[in-house]
């Protein structure tokens, strides 16, 4: 059965017309899912009594549940979620001062097969509905019974893969008469998929966007993002900056820093030269071990403080993002429904 959280707003009121419903009661509708967290038909006592039941007759409401979850020592919270054709998807909250920040999923699994990440690894099993991405949003804030601030599209799968399902579970999510986080603090976060960056431009959409750049040299991200061979950087950095002078907003890159593969001068140089071409923000990111990721090393502090100062004095911003929840491994390329499940059965 189809879910009722896959639909934005004007689609809602299409539903309740067509059921003889009233335009009120699909605002009715609406509030009582994404404002008072409400999602069984039965318990909305302000909808006509015929509604409500042509509602259960038609549609399911959350299209995931909770199998078990994780906490860091941090207060990040992993949790694993069951989908209805048991395909397993993670997604991360990161309690941060007055921000709770949603990590979702957008696929289960993903195709493109980074060499450093836990998601790649497992293979691709499906794309996600939006019913299913806003279902995350849904179920972690009644988890935590605290209200979703922050959303980022940079759990499990390509987000610009599942492109209309993504644009809209964010469009659901960001509506003001409902969950209503705002577009700003809303990040969709690519490898660098030119296709769908390239429909994100025409159709001016204005969710932030963030890059996973890890290595400023197509010979070297070939190796160690296979996706790279069909979408290459020089043809990547003038659609990003097609974006940025369009969008008028700044690009963030995304750097997980590897010893000995993407850390020395050479490559800060480099990166350098890529990012004064448009308007930019890097995030220097901690590496994150797992089982799967022998083959990539942390760097020591010494050598983070060392390639975080060959930035000094540029005019771009650079931050270390602080590392989160590694001792659950829900950070950074560390997650895999699959091994979770695998490890529950
Ligand atoms: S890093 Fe992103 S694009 Fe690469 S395999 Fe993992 S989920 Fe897919």
């Known amino acids: 059965m189809e879910s009722i959280l896959g639909f934005r707003y004007g689609e809602l009121c299409g539903i309740v017309e067509d059921a003889g419903g009233k335009k009120y009661s699909a605002k009715q509708l609406w ?5 008072k967290s409400v999602t069984d038909f039965a318990l909305m006592s302000d909808l006509p009594a015929d ?3 042509y509602l259960s007759s038609r549609f399911s409401t959350i299209p995931l549940k909770v199998e078990t979850s994780q906490k860091s020592s941090d207060g990040t919270v992993k949790l694993l979620l069951k989908l209805y ?3 397993f998807i993670e997604c991360v909250i990161i309690p941060e001062k007055e921000r709770l920040t949603l990590c979702v999923s957008s696929q289960a699994g993903c195709r493109f097969n980074c060499a450093f990440c836990a998601t790649g690894k497992a293979g ?26 922050n959303i980022v599209y940079m759990g499990m799968g390509e987000p610009f893969d599942n492109y209309d399902e993504v644009i809209k579970s964010a469009d659901i999510i960001s509506d003001d008469s ?12 690519t490898f660098g998929h030119i296709d769908g960056l390239k429909r994100y431009t025409e159709e001016d959409i204005r969710y932030k966007l963030a890059i996973s750049l890890h290595n400023p040299f197509d010979s070297e991200r070939d190796l160690i ?15 990003l900056k097609s974006y940025a002078k369009k969008s008028n907003r700044k690009v963030v890159f995304e750097y997980i820093l590897m010893k000995g593969v993407n850390d020395t001068e050479k490559h800060a140089s480099e ?24 083959r990539f090393r942390p760097l020591t502090e010494e050598s983070s403080v060392r390639f975080y100062n060959y930035f000094r004095g540029e005019d771009f911003p650079v931050v270390f993002r602080t590392s989160r929840g590694e001792d659950i491994a829900a950070a ?5 429904a699959e091994r979770l499940s695998e490890v529950m059965n």
């Open 124 to 149: 691709f099993k499906r794309n996600l509905s939006a019913s299913e991405i806003v279902g995350q949003v849904l179920t972690a804030s009644d988890f935590l019974c605290k209200k979703i601030t």
């Open 31 to 35: 509030s009582w899912l994404y404002k």
């Open 85 to 87: 054709d048991s395909n």
């Open 225 to 239: 993002m296979p996706a790279n061979r069909k979408y290459s950087l020089k043809e990547l950095f003038p659609v």
């Open 178 to 189: 409902g969950l209503a986080v705002g577009k700003r603090k809303i990040t969709i976060s």
């Open 332 to 336: 950074c390329g560390q997650l895999s």
């Open 271 to 294: 990166l350098i030269r890529l990012l004064r071409t448009l308007p930019s923000k890097l995030n220097l990111i901690r590496f994150h071990r797992g089982s799967e990721n022998d």
């Open 51 to 53: 509604l409500r039941s």
